[in-house]
């Protein structure tokens, strides 16, 4: 399975590619490491055999915001999240 080993991470990879944040859900997996390697090694991905599912939580849309609003990304590239911030 295909991970980032950061929120921050993760955050940056699907801004980047306008993947839509709204009504997401982040998924903390423990697991351990393969021997291949994710097609978007570059930007930080790697791949794991999951064991478990240790937290499932909204996205940080406060860090989120720190991020990227500094940078100019309009929100309508993120979505918006639940809590309108």
């Known amino acids: 399975m295909s991970i980032f080993p950061d929120e921050e991470g993760l955050y940056r990879y699907m ?3 306008r993947g839509k944040l709204c009504r ?3 998924v903390e997996l423990e697991g351990e490491p393969t021997d ?3 097609f978007d090694a ?3 991905a790697l791949l794991i055999r999951p064991m478990c599912i ?3 939580r909204e ?3 406060r860090r989120i915001e720190e991020l990227w ?3 100019g990304i309009p929100r309508c590239a ?3 999240s639940p809590a309108g911030i």
């Open 15 to 17: 801004l980047l590619r």
């Open 24 to 26: 997401a859900l982040l």
């Open 36 to 38: 291949g390697e994710d």
């Open 42 to 44: 570059d930007e930080g």
């Open 54 to 56: 240790v937290d499932v």
């Open 59 to 61: 996205p940080d849309w």
């Open 69 to 71: 609003a500094p940078r």
């Open 78 to 80: 993120w979505g918006t």
